[in-house]
């Protein structure tokens, strides 16, 4: 018993594993290899954009260029999912959630901090210089928002790799009823003879 238990154990992250490999070389290769170059090109994208809105408000000073810090998570995660479509493991796919979790919830307040900085800023003198500045930080910000998008979808296309256990139970509850309804079509069947014999046993 022991040694059955010892090998269950030794076989079950190389099932594990396996089908891990199945979901990212078969099933959702391509849907990785989209979110990684969206992923990686956003994040390298949002860079200048982030810089230039940093120099043109605060003389270069880059504590208050926001969109770097999603902008350098984006590229780690991109980074990560390139390496799970390429090679697959399970602490990948930990990094990957973890990765993105922080850039959804990293994201989203930067967001949410450049556009009140955006519409409640003092707005330069020369108009020519407050319609490029808007451009800039309107353009970072929806790079940023992009990321924080791709983030969101990262993390449902993981959570869809197992089901969820509402999603298990209603499979269940499927399948019982399925089981039930072939019961009484099987009981119907045995019934219907002994029926057929007592009503000519009757007759007679």
């Known amino acids: 018993m022991e040694e059955r238990a010892a090998q269950r154990e030794q076989e079950r992250p190389s099932v594990r ?8 070389r078969h099933r959702q290769s391509g849907h990785l290899l989209v979110l990684a170059v969206s992923q990686l090109w956003l994040a390298v994208a949002v860079m200048p954009f982030a810089v230039s809105v940093a120099c043109l408000n605060s003389a270069c000073h880059m504590a208050t260029a926001l969109p770097l810090v999603p902008g350098a998570l984006g590229l780690l995660t991109g980074m990560v999912t390139l390496e799970l479509r390429r090679s697959p493991r399970l602490w990948k796919v930990q990094a990957m959630m973890i990765l993105n979790i922080f850039n959804l919830i990293l994201g989203f307040i930067v967001v949410v901090v450049e556009v009140m900085k955006t519409a409640l800023g003092p707005a330069p003198t020369a108009p020519s210089q407050l319609a490029g500045l808007l451009v800039v930080e309107l353009s970072a910000e929806t790079f940023t928002l992009g990321g924080v998008l791709l983030s969101a979808h990262s993390l449902f296309l993981l959570s869809q790799r197992k089901p969820g256990c509402c999603r298990t139970q209603s499979l269940h509850y499927q399948e019982l009823q399925e089981g039930l309804s072939e019961l009484e079509e099987v009981a119907d ?16």
């Open 17 to 24: 594993l396996e089908k891990l490999q199945h979901w990212a």
């Open 189 to 204: 069947l045995e019934n219907g003879p002994t029926v057929a014999s007592t009503a000519n046993g009757t007759n007679e």
